[in-house]
């Protein structure tokens, strides 16, 4: 009997604890079905190619480009051209007040001649007056002497005869020698009047001259300007009666089909530039176009760019339509390598723990926590080498800002 009763209490202890632990699970899967689910955004893993680009910033420039800059202070006279205007090659686009210039190449001439006769006159022993008078003075020498020489011949007869003494010879002798001192020094001016260094001198105020009159015609020949090439105005800075001083722009002019884009990108982006590599142009001024291009140009060092370490680089334009103005500042993005055929996912979907990537897949309406490989990435989309397949959904982000977890129970809004 008291067996009996024992085992009765013992079931019914297990009977009660099997009923507790029923409980227990019925409450965890009602409190699960019932809890909220989290709302995501999701996106599915696919197969495509995929471009690795980088952004920045360019300015548009001439590939030749025609500057004109005032060669002297002086005033604007006319101007023929207009901003923007196509012209053609020989074309006079711009005419300058050339009085001043024209005074300053008729003095250099003035000074040039001074120069080169004092040259000439150098070289043939003084002036033609100057020649002149020494040929007369050489003349007048050589007079004196032979009446030197015959009044000595006369002398000495008489001191022959007794009839003059010994120092009137002596006197006559003197005079001799003295008018032919005189005559020498006549004939050796005549031979060579100036030293070297002056002929030097000369010369170098003949060359100094010259240079002179060289840089005032080639100022007073830029006081008009013609177009060099068949192309457009693009910026005339100044206008009609306006003063400008020395050095100052006045006009430039290029072929507008051939312009080039010199792009600034930041010191890390540059190792992954390359000779070749496409580039995509867009000016905000003109939404929805786009122009094409390729680099031509590497940075060979790195300058400073307003706040930014960059790299210069050139960018040839290869579908150059006359829309693009120089000096204008352009978006640019070199596309720097590209993945066929990748398996890719926003890169949203990415994240990394400890440096390592994963991603939550979202398998019967809860997020799994899944380790990837990734390849390739651009600023929308990242290549997994390895950890999903073909058709996997990952989500990329909850809409009530809750952070992703392993398990989470979620629902997907499309």
Same mark, same amino acid.
């Given at each position: ?23 227990? #699970?019925?409450?965890?899967?009602? %409190? ?8 995501v ?10 471009? /690795? ?15 004109y800059?005032?060669p002297?202070?002086?005033s #604007?006279?006319?101007?023929?051209a ?8 020989g074309?006079?686009?711009? =005419?300058?007040?050339?009085? *001043? ?8 001439? *003035? ?14 022993g ?11 003075s050489? /003349? ?7 009446? &030197?020489?015959?009044? !000595?011949?006369?002398? $000495?007869?008489?001191? &022959?005869? +007794?009839?003059?003494s010994a ?6 002798? $003197? ?11 006549? =004939?050796t001016? =005549?031979?060579? %009047?100036y ?12 060359s ?15 006081? *008009?300007? /013609?177009?060099?090439?068949d192309g457009? #105005? ?26 080039r ?11 992954? !530039?390359?000779?070749? =590599? ?7 001024? %003109?939404p929805?176009?786009?122009?094409? +291009? ?5 940075? *060979? ?18 579908d ?9 500042h352009?978006?640019?993005?070199a596309t720097?390598? /590209? ?15 400890? +440096? ?6 979202i ?5 799994v ?21 073909? +058709?996997? #959904?990952?989500?990329t982000g ?16 499309r």
């Open positions: 009997m008291a067996e009996t009763t024992s085992r009765q209490i013992t079931g019914r202890v297990w009977l009660w604890i099997g009923a507790a632990v029923l409980l227990v #699970v019925i409450f965890f899967v009602a %409190r699960n079905m019932t809890r909220d689910r989290t709302p955004h999701a996106a599915t893993a696919s197969r495509t190619e995929l471009y /690795s680009t980088v952004p920045t910033n360019g300015i548009v420039e001439p590939v030749e480009n025609y500057e800059h005032a002297a202070a002086t #604007v006279r006319v101007i023929y207009q901003q923007g205007q196509a012209v053609k090659a074309t006079v686009l711009m =005419q300058l007040d050339d009085v *001043s210039a024209r005074a300053r190449v008729a003095t250099a001439e *003035s000074a040039l001649a001074a120069a080169q006769a004092t040259l000439d006159a150098t070289r043939n003084g002036s033609f007056q100057e020649q002149q008078s020494l040929d007369s050489i /003349s007048r020498a050589r007079l004196d002497l032979a009446d &030197a020489q015959r009044q !000595l011949a006369a002398l $000495q007869k008489l001191q &022959a005869s +007794g009839a003059a120092s009137e010879v002596a006197a006559a002798q $003197q005079r001799v020698a003295l008018n032919q001192d005189n005559l020498n020094s006549f =004939q001016r =005549q031979q060579a %009047r030293a070297p260094v002056e002929l030097q001198r000369a010369q170098s105020a003949v100094d001259a010259q240079a002179n009159l060289t840089a005032a015609r080639a100022i007073l020949n830029q006081m *008009s300007y /013609s177009a060099p090439i457009t #105005v693009y910026s005339i800075p100044v206008g009609r009666s306006d003063y400008v001083e020395e050095g100052k722009l006045l006009l430039q002019m290029t072929n507008l089909s051939h312009l884009v010199r792009a600034y990108f930041d010191e890390p982006e540059i190792g992954g !530039l390359k000779i070749g =590599q496409k580039i995509a142009i867009v000016w905000d001024a %003109r929805g176009r786009e122009w094409h +291009g390729h680099i031509t140009q590497v940075p *060979s060092t790195i300058i400073t760019y307003n706040t930014r370490n960059v790299g210069e680089v050139l960018v040839a334009i290869d150059p339509d006359g829309g693009l103005l120089p000096d204008t352009v978006t640019v993005t720097t390598s /590209s993945a066929p055929n990748s398996l890719t996912v926003p890169r949203e979907a990415l994240h990394s723990e400890n +440096g390592k990537p994963y991603v939550y897949r398998v019967n309406d809860s997020l926590r899944t380790s990837v490989v990734t390849g390739t990435l651009n600023l929308t989309d990242v290549a997994i080498t390895s950890g999903l397949k073909d +058709g996997d #959904v990952v989500a909850s809409l009530n800002g809750l952070p992703l977890e392993d398990g989470l129970p979620i629902k997907v809004v």
